[in-house]
């Protein structure tokens, strides 16, 4: 199937139909790799071979500029574009968001209908230190939406019989792992802690990642200030046993309402549990039951090369402020938590594959990941894996911000589906500001309902 990026002066790149290209009313002079095309190889699918194609695109408006032509992987059916008062949005809401916000060298923002009406793909800015332009096909670390990819594996067990909700992971897990876990105010509560309250972050747990210590920094302000800063699993449950204490006892799962807390050793445990329940590492179940049948194939655990061949490091750096960030250490030990590389096409992929059923037996299965939420942040939600973003009527006078549902990274990645307009939205900044994303998916939000209004 065929793609094409447009790149403009200020390194805009987004995919445009090939189609619409072929048949716009300005000059195209070819300047071709590979074969001449036809009719046929050039707007249709089933070409064998690859090939890549460059044409100048001479423009009265936007100048001259080169389009590229490539085959590459893509879902059955080729996606439509969004309209071009859309596109236009979009584009420049991601360069303002990278070239108007400090620190942010660069974006990639996806934004596809559920329904395969179109799809709208863009990046912006300079992808790493060494000037590399960031384009919609960079690899990038989504941070925590791996979270996400976790749940969806421990939700497709239960559907199998292989777990229940209500396991208890002193039954799942080695005495090593358990033994004194969760203890406070001098009770041991480890026994009641299950995989729900590991997926709902209900489960008091202190968080090894962004907890110090006493006297000591924690693994992100060492990450952060440039170092590496790996915490393998022995010593993820060391910090939790030894060094840091629970917030609260585990939560009834069915009252009302209940504490929750995020932390990341919530889900280094769950993916202890997967791999204990399957005889499985979970990389290996991540390819087996996700990567692989929804043909994700620029995604994967670090440091796993993805099938597509491509190199397992990731295209894009991270920044922190003006330190660049080495986390080659962190991603390895972060397999369930926060570890896998991807891009934008397989991110959208994923969740649209969630939401339109193709990926648990039973519809409700999603569901019920969303149901019964507890605030973590305000105004964000948080169900099995899964965050509710939902802000309240007075935050945005002016726009109702519809809600989503998926999940956000540290990095300033994201992954939602927002039911009521009915698109998935995927990207990055790969800047540790994880607040950036809710600050700019409403403008994402906004632009999409301005359009869906003035086509009905």
């Known amino acids: 199937m065929r793609t094409a990026s447009r790149v403009t002066a200020p390194g805009l790149v987004h995919a445009i139909s090939p189609l619409r290209l072929l048949l716009a009313p300005r000059a195209l002079e070819g300047v071709r790799q590979g074969h001449q095309p036809d009719a046929a190889t050039r707007i249709y699918p089933g070409v064998q071979r690859p090939i890549a194609i460059v044409f100048r695109y001479v423009d009265a408006k936007l100048g001259t500029f080169f389009i590229t032509m490539r085959e590459v992987a893509m879902p059955a059916e080729a996606f439509e574009p969004a309209s071009e008062e859309l596109s236009d949005r979009l584009a420049s809401l991601l360069t303002r968001s990278v070239d108007r916000r400090r620190h942010v060298r660069h974006g990639a923002l996806a934004v596809a209908r559920i329904d395969g009406a179109w799809q709208w793909h863009g990046a912006h800015g300079m992808a790493n230190v060494a000037g590399t332009p960031m ?34 992971i002193v039954d799942l897990l080695p005495d090593s792992v358990t033994d004194r876990l969760h203890v406070l105010d001098g ?76 932390a990341d050793t919530n889900f280094q445990l769950l993916g202890a549990v997967l791999e204990a329940v399957t005889g499985q590492p979970l990389p290996t179940l991540f390819d087996t039951l996700l990567l692989r049948p929804l043909a994700l194939d620029d995604t994967a655990s670090y440091p796993n090369a993805p099938r597509s061949g491509a190199s397992p490091e990731p295209g894009t750096d991270v920044w922190a402020k003006d330190t660049v960030l080495r986390p080659t250490g962190v991603l390895r030990h972060q397999v369930p938590d926060g570890g896998v590389i991807s891009t934008l096409g397989d991110q959208v992929r994923f969740m649209t594959a969630i939401v339109a059923g193709e990926v648990f037996a039973d519809p409700s299965t999603w569901e019920r990941m969303q149901a019964h939420p507890s605030t973590i942040f305000f105004p964000v939600e948080y169900g099995l894996g899964v965050m509710r973003y939902a802000p309240a009527r007075w935050m945005s006078p002016l726009f109702a911000i519809p809600s989503m549902v998926g999940h956000t990274g540290s990095t300033a990645t994201w992954l939602f589906h927002c039911p009521d307009l009915g698109v998935v939205l995927a990207g990055t900044f790969d800047v540790a500001q994880p607040p950036l994303p809710f600050r700019f998916l409403p403008q994402v939000l906004r632009a999409v309902a301005a359009t869906d209004r003035k086509q009905r």
């Open 187 to 262: 009770v041991d509560r480890t026994a009641s802690v299950t995989v729900e309250h590991l997926l709902s972050h209900t489960s008091g747990l202190p968080d090894y990642y962004d907890e110090a210590p006493k006297g000591g920094r924690s693994a992100e302000a060492r990450l952060l200030s440039g170092e590496d800063a790996p915490v393998p699993f022995d010593e993820v449950v060391r910090l939790v046993r030894d060094e840091l204490t629970p917030h609260f006892p585990p939560q009834d799962v069915d009252a009302p309402k209940r504490r929750a807390r995020y």
């Open 135 to 168: 384009t919609t096909t960079t690899r990038y670390p989504i941070a925590s939406v791996t979270k996400l990819f976790t749940s969806t594996v421990t939700m497709l067990l239960c559907e199998r019989g292989q777990l229940e909700l209500t396991d208890r």
